[in-house]
């Protein structure tokens, strides 16, 4: 007779429930085997894309990889009730008043990098919203994007990658470039005759993709945006100053809040959505969304938008992604710039870091 107090042996499990419990960490793993480019060295990732950034311009720690020299600045977006009919995005209700945290700042990855050393300048704003939404955008003072396609832009950074004999591009390999990419024609047109401004405060800055509004009723429309602004008047950038912007900011700012006007433009049938290097015909209908108050600027390294990632696809209720292929791959850059900076100590030039504190402090 059995003892009944003796050790039961385990069930014997099936060699099919062994290969499904196996499979599970396999797939997690070639999973993430693939995301990181480990199966297809060639892929293009988010990963990738930051390290062209950084082979370009070499690696600043605690600094983003893009627009790296920026000031921060803080305000608020007042809402004209007009975009409401279009978007349900609490932003946009007549009367509503939502805080903003935004950065100015210049295209590249060097924060040291002079204010005339190229003609763009960008504004990305986080939209806070009262029911506990965000809405997050990044715009740049130019009416087209180069390429259309994530692939087309790593290109674009290889071939603008320095010659380590030179420390400038190839030419040649510029011209390749172009020549194989007909659809930057457009963006070169309006490069040849664009002139670093002097002040961001004059400025206007379009969304350059597109997105979907939702409105009340259900009804979607194609849209781009842009701020255009109240403030048309500059003196000449001071030429034996490489840091003028931010100067010019802080002066303007101390007579007054800055503002900019929110045009949202609606697509019509045959518009492209997935075409950032197409701009829309003039004659589209725009609607005046509100008015943009900056009321005050804080350095990078210990201002409010400091520790923000300026993700465009952080986006509010009546407010979504278009089928343009840069949005995911600029969402999946940023996150991967955000974790690298955010990782590191910033050296700055005079600084002792002796505690956590100081280091932490230092992400622009």
Known sequence: MPDPHAPTAPPARHPGAW????????????????????LSPQRLTPQRIVDQFQQNAGVHPGYRRNHAKGV????????????????????????????????FAIPGSNPYAPDGSVPIRSMALRFALADGQQWRTGMNSMPVFPVATPQAF????????????????????LAAFFAAHPETAAFRAWAKTAKPSASFATDGYWSLDAFVFTAPDGAQHAVRWRMAPESV????????????????????????????????????????????????????PTVDAGTLVVESEQPQDSGPCRDINYDPTVLPNGIEVSDDPLLPARSA????????????????????????????EARP
């Open 19 to 38: 290969a499904l419990i196996l499979a599970v960490p396999t797939a997690c793993a070639l999973a993430l085997a693939y995301v990181g480019g480990w």
């Open 233 to 284: 008047d500059g003196a000449a950038a001071p030429a034996n100053d490489p840091d003028y912007l931010a100067a010019d900011l802080r002066q303007r700012l101390a007579h007054g809040p800055l503002h900019w006007k929110l045009l949202v433009t609606l697509a019509r049938p045959g518009d492209p959505t997935n075409d950032a290097t197409k701009a829309w015909p003039a004659d589209r």
């Open 154 to 173: 790593f290109a674009q950074l290889q071939a603008g990658q320095p010659d380590p004999a030179t420390g400038k591009p190839d030419p040649a390999k």
């Open 333 to 360: 850059a940023y996150a991967d710039s955000y974790l690298r900076r955010t990782s590191e100590e910033a050296h700055l030039p005079g600084t002792a870091r002796v505690d956590t504190k100081p280091q932490a």
């Open 72 to 103: 921060c600045v803080a305000g608020y977006f007042q809402s004209s009730g007009e975009a409401a009919s279009y978007s349900v995005a609490q932003v946009f209700a007549p009367g509503q008043r939502t805080p903003v945290v935004g950065r």
